[in-house]
């Protein structure tokens, strides 16, 4: 068991002789241990100097070799469910001495990519696709006479969505080859793992059986009501010491649970699945960060980490007193549940990164995480609101946009009060592009009774937070991740005028209409332009009246948000701009029409031009094109 990261790499001389999956599968199966062993330390050493997730991939270690080692990989396809736990995946497959570059700009994904690798057969962002996409894999390999094997590995919680079970259904429909391993590490399914149950699942996963089920179907079958009985009995003898009946029940035949750290047997078990025909589902009970004392003892608290300082500082770091946006919403949802009984909390499984840990607590009655069941959250949310409560939905941008139709249909339509509190809105970090939330605004604004509205500092986020609560109809308020500038935040709650913006600085010629938390950037480039800032606010109902008077008073107008500049907040402008007949020239600086690769936030901006410097490049740029006699 290890107890401390790694400092310094770790000897592996097994690992160290694997460039490809096919050097793998030249060792003996009793060279395996040792090589787990070594792929468990050097993930955390590589993991220890770059930081990201880990606590997912410790608890896969085996089960990734297992299946490297038996399937013909990368031609057998194999589709990770919950990106983070493909670490050792990636090491495994070519990878290992990019691992350094995890996460950092130009260097590897924290997510399977498919290209970066032959080996990731399919992206993996938000959770609950694998089954889908492997079960497409499977029908496209029968229909093209292929020898294929396709695997789909689910787990950390992803076998709660919705979407998961229409693919199992779907699977036992076609009556697909493939074969589903349910990786259950207690952050979903839970069930204990006994000696009867192992007993049974070599028992059915062994050839002897197999065959003689096979013989059995074929001789029964032609006594249709013997067959129904026969198998009726086999269903209730493995739901007796097995929790397997609902899946036998939607097609699959279902082996587990067994131990996913137990590499001989994993070994044995899926070698002797991997050629039997129709759907599959082997169900694995795994430890998340198994190896790793602190993060078994704390897997939550260990899903990822930062970057580990090899030796101690030798100043102190200066502690900041900014508080992040996530804690800034957890403390709004906590002074106004006090206030008013009515409200209720809804996270689809992210109630730690959306700060909702002390409202769960404080209420535990009004706090619902629904697991990972976006659409199912907003529609409860829905149900909620048609009866009198006053639901409140914490939600990422990315994960929204699971929900779309039920925002659109379920909550908009019927103009009912729910507040979205929308959460890593804006570019993400080293988290990707399938985490930014880059289309909110514009997916948004289209929706008739929403409210969008944008802050640009940790008080107005409070204040807006408020004032959507109080409107009557849909609201939502997005905000990024991480800290705000340090803004000082009004205990007391102010519902702000709707679809009202403020001048944040008066100056000429240019005028700089900011959505959002890049006010700061705007406040930079407008000292040194002597433009005018306003701070918006609102992107829906957007200030007509305010974008009249800068229009008329200004030579330019800039519209600065951290989304997409298609359909976004600068589009609102112009449109309005233009069903008034005003031609004022306009620049809209957002994000461009392309996905923003990981790499930190500040480098991100600054491709995107969204950085002070980026900002004043492009309206320098813009005025030499309509006021070329003064930017000479």
């Keep these: 068991m290890i107890t401390e990261i790694p400092h310094s790499r770790p000897e592996t001389p097994l690992l160290d002789a694997i460039d490809q999956t096919a050097d793998l599968r030249?060792?003996?199966?009793?060279?395996?241990?040792q090589l787990t062993d070594e792929l468990r330390q050097y993930l955390l050493f590589s993991v220890g100097q770059t930081g990201g997730h880990f606590g997912a991939g410790l608890g896969v270690v085996e089960l990734t070799v297992a299946l490297h080692y038996l399937y013909n990989t990368p031609d057998d396809r194999i589709v990770w469910d919950v990106g983070h736990q493909t670490y050792p995946h990636k090491i495994l497959t070519g990878r290992r001495e990019k691992m350094p570059t995890m996460?950092?700009?130009?260097?590897?994904?924290?997510?399977?990519?498919?290209?970066e690798s032959d080996y990731d057969t399919f992206g993996v962002g938000h959770s609950s696709?694998?089954?889908?996409?492997?079960?497409?894999?499977?029908i496209a390999a029968r229909q093209q006479g292929l020898d294929r094997k396709c695997v789909a590995v689910i787990g950390d919680g992803a076998m709660t969505a919705g979407m998961a079970f229409e693919a199992l259904t779907h699977a036992s429909h076609v009556d697909a080859n493939m074969l589903v391993i349910l990786n259950d590490n207690l952050m979903s399914i839970s069930h204990n793992t006994g000696g009867l149950n192992t007993y049974f699942s070599k028992i059915w996963a062994s050839k002897t059986y197999t065959n003689f089920r096979a013989g059995s179907k074929k001789v029964f079958s032609k006594i249709p009501p013997a067959w129904g009985f026969a198998k009726r009995v086999e269903e209730h003898i493995k739901g007796m010491v097995g929790p397997g009946t609902l899946f036998e029940e939607l097609g699959f035949n279902y082996i587990g649970p067994i131990d996913g750290h137990d590499l001989p047997m994993l070994i044995n078990t899926i070698g002797n699945m991997r050629d039997l025909q129709?759907?599959?589902l082997l169900h694995i009970m795994?430890?998340?960060?198994?190896?790793?004392?602190?993060?078994?003892?704390?897997?939550?608290?260990?899903?990822?980490i930062n970057k580990i300082e090899a030796t101690p500082p030798s100043t102190p770091k200066k502690v900041t007193a900014k508080k992040k946006y996530q804690r800034i919403f957890g403390d709004w949802l906590c002074d106004m549940a006090a206030q008013d009984e009515l409200l209720i909390g809804i996270t689809p499984a992210?109630?730690?990164?959306?700060?909702?840990?002390?409202f769960s607590e404080k209420f535990p009655d009004r706090y619902h995480d629904v697991a990972i069941a976006e659409q199912h959250a907003v529609t409860l949310a829905a149900g909620m609101a048609c009866d009198g409560l006053k639901p409140v939905v914490a939600i990422y941008s990315t994960f929204l946009q699971r929900a779309y139709d039920q925002l659109i249909h379920d909550v908009a339509l019927q103009n009912l009060n729910v507040l979205f509190g929308i959460d890593?809105?804006?570019?993400?970090?080293?988290?990707g592009p399938t985490h930014a939330g880059s289309f909110d605004l514009s997916y948004l604004r289209c929706i008739p009774n929403m409210m969008v509205m944008t802050p640009s500092d940790e008080n107005e986020t409070r204040q807006l937070l408020y004032t959507g609560f109080q409107h009557i109809g849909p609201a939502a308020v997005r905000y990024p991740r991480g800290t705000g500038p340090?803004?000082?935040?009004?205990?007391?709650?102010?519902?702000?005028?709707?679809?009202?913006?403020?001048?944040?600085?008066?100056?000429?010629?240019?005028?700089i209409l900011n959505f959002g938390t890049l006010l700061a950037n705007a406040l930079e480039v407008a000292n040194d332009l002597d433009a005018t800032v306003a701070d918006m606010r609102f992107v829906k109902p957007i200030d007509e009246s305010l974008i009249t008077e800068l229009a008329k008073s200004h030579d330019l107008i800039v519209t600065l948000e951290e989304n997409a500049i298609a359909g976004g907040a600068g589009a609102a402008v112009s449109e309005y701009l233009n069903s008034c007949g005003i031609n004022t020239a306009t620049l809209h600086l957002g994000l461009p029409d392309r996905y923003i690769d990981h790499g930190k936030h500040e480098n991100q901006l600054q491709q995107c031009g969204l950085d002070a410097p980026g900002i004043r490049t492009s309206i320098a740029h813009r005025l030499t094109l309509i006021l070329p006699s003064s930017c000479g």
């Design 278 to 280: 129709g759907p599959q």
């Design 103 to 115: 996460r950092i700009q130009d260097g590897l994904s924290g997510f399977p990519k498919r290209s």
């Design 486 to 511: 340090g803004t000082a935040i009004e205990q007391q709650m102010t519902a702000l005028e709707i679809g009202k913006g403020v001048i944040r600085r008066r100056g000429s010629q240019v005028a």
């Design 26 to 33: 030249q060792l003996e199966e009793a060279q395996l241990l």
């Design 350 to 358: 992210m109630g730690e990164g959306s700060g909702m840990i002390e």
């Design 424 to 431: 890593r809105a804006g570019l993400v970090g080293e988290d």
């Design 286 to 304: 795994t430890k998340k960060g198994k190896g790793f004392t602190p993060a078994e003892d704390d897997p939550v608290g260990y899903h990822a």
């Design 129 to 138: 696709t694998s089954i889908s996409a492997a079960l497409g894999m499977a």
